[in-house]
């Protein structure tokens, strides 16, 4: 018999041996396609109800042959909400239920406004009936994962409604967002307008915003993938490959023997947010994955733990998203108040990395060998960050590897594509430029002004650690 929650009530009281559940909210094109991925690869390693571990983002019905995805499915055109339904069935192992999406018949003109004040008022009725009627189907609810890119009107616009929404409904609950950050060189014309007012309110309404930037995703498919042409199936394939490493179930271990996880029960959502998220000004985080390569270099290839954290060290200090061609000379400085040192005189300081916090996570065999230790390494973190490193595993492979290293990180860079956003939405400002398509859905020039300057202290705070 399930058992229904409260909006504001978590399960964190009850047994850690159950599975606690994750429900997934998909909004915009972007949304929908990463969350169908995503729900691609989690189900080629739990997919059957007599795997526990499979409930945490699958339930099951005796009248389906299949699991059915924990899932909330949002866009303002119905053609990407079809698609992933049938990419879903065709895959033979899950599909979305058909009581769990909404969709309208015009999109939203890659107009933030429009999104937020239009159809995030007139549909919010609709979309937190369909999320009450999933939380209320978990036995052990967990929390929120959001689903989003902000260059567009629907995503930006309406999935920021939608946080609001959670919060306000629930409050207690975790809401972890990831959000696709658009190219710098330019997706839609007004792509920095979308993302500044997205952070500026998500900021104040979500616990963790996972950032992955297009121009980052580009450069492992091409630099490690080898690609010649990248499609954006490709660029959500490397967001959703490091996604799925964070989400599934992990238990933390011993920084020099990571084999003791299989003692412990997995960790909550909630936890793994906690741990890297543990000051409220700085919620931005970033993710890196490794072994990076073709898909055809598999058989070929052979690592070690000790390779691999290797490698995941140097991309951490030097804000790297692949494992070959980062800086591997900078090193972090003994005292955090001294800068960055480095072997060569003319390296940049700037250059160092500053961290708050890592949450390493490890999938595959032979975890009695992987050690951690390096990423306790004085001087890499800030002087505060009252628990910087938390170490997570778990022994099952993933994506044909049979072993998996990510870091999720809460690090200083993360500010430059943020600033770079504000900088170009400022000047498109000054000039009034579009700012009339914004006005006409109730968002007026103070508005602007407002979420720019936000963003301003988002980036303040970070280029100060």
Known sequence: KQQKLAPHVTHTHTSRSMAHQVVVVQVGQAGNQIGCELF???????????????????RFHPKCPVAIARSVYIDTEAKVIAAIKAEAKASGRWQYSEKSGLHTLRGAGNNWANGYCNYGAHHRDDILK????????CHFFDGFVVVGSVAGGTGSGLGT?????LREEYPKSIIFSQMIWPF????????HYNAIFSLAKLYKCVDAILLLENDKLQRVCNVMLKLKKVAVKDLNSVAVQQLCALLLPVSRCALDDCSQAASHAPLLMSELVAAAVPHPHY?????RATPQMPASYKDFTSYSWKSLLGSLRGMCLSDSSCEEGYNWRIKPPQDPSIGCVVD????VCDDFNTTI????????????EAQAVEFLQPGLYTAW?????????????????????????????IYRPVEAAVSRAWTMFESRAYVHQYQAFGVDEEAFQQHMVDCEQIVLDYKQL
């Open 40 to 58: 691609q690869e989690l189900s080629k390693v739990y997919n059957r109800q007599d795997q526990p571990h499979a409930h945490r983002f699958f």
């Open 130 to 137: 369909l999320i009450r009627r999933e939380v209320e189907l």
């Open 161 to 165: 409604a939608v946080c609001e929404m």
């Open 184 to 191: 710098s060189s330019g997706e839609t014309i007004v792509q």
């Open 283 to 287: 919620k931005l985080l970033t993710a």
């Open 344 to 347: 060569t005189p003319e390296a």
């Open 357 to 368: 916090t890592h949450t390493l996570v490890l999938h595959g065999i032979r975890l009695k």
């Open 385 to 413: 960050s009252p628990e910087p490193l938390t170490v997570a595993s778990d022994t099952t492979p993933l994506f044909g590897h049979d072993m998996v290293a990510c870091a999720m990180s809460n690090s200083k860079h």
